[in-house]
């Protein structure tokens, strides 16, 4: 009697919680994008001393509210060929308007903060996120199709250096 007991156990504590969130709509994966665009680059947190070093070469670095980015290390290719990109490392997504402006928001989509299933839409220069097909303008005013603006970074570029003030 008392293996069936265990056994029961078990299965109340291995299954149950599974399905309670699934019938409370709650998933445990959430979908993302297919991911070419999606730049996972590890690291790159300041000390926070000023030196802004990442302690590895990334490609960027933090200083407190300041991401210093070097465009022309390969980490940040996807940007100049695509004309933007998802920096999950640091939760943004920066876009190439030209070769000499950039901007610079937040991954978190406004509808429900998910952050890495974004894609671009050059033609009508709008940011799509796939996870319930909103979409918001790129002009850091304009609110998206399911209310809310992307939230907007102040960048500035010097030569093949971009800062992203967060």
């Not at 980490?75 to 030209?98: E, G, V």
Request: glycine share 10%.
């Amino acid at each position: 009697m008392k293996n069936s007991k265990n056994k029961r156990r078990d299965f109340l504590m291995n299954v149950c919680p599974t399905v309670a969130m699934a019938f409370m709509g709650i998933t445990v994966l959430e979908s993302c994008s297919s991911g070419d665009d999606d730049v996972n680059i590890g690291g790159g947190y300041g000390n926070g001393s000023g030196s802004g070093n990442t302690g590895s070469n990334n490609g960027y670095s933090k200083d407190g509210n300041v991401v210093t980015i070097n465009l022309s290390h390969s980490n940040f290719s996807s940007l100049q060929s695509n004309n933007w990109m998802n920096f999950t490392a640091q939760n943004m997504l920066l876009l190439k308007i030209d070769s000499s402006t950039y901007r610079a928001f937040t991954n978190s989509c406004p509808h429900q903060g998910n952050r890495n299933n974004w894609s671009f839409n050059s033609s009508n220069s709008r940011f799509q996120c796939s996870a319930h097909g909103n979409s918001y303008p790129s002009d850091c005013s304009t609110a998206g199709t399911a209310g809310g603006v992307l939230k907007c970074y102040t960048t500035s570029l010097s030569g093949s250096t971009l800062k992203v003030t967060v």
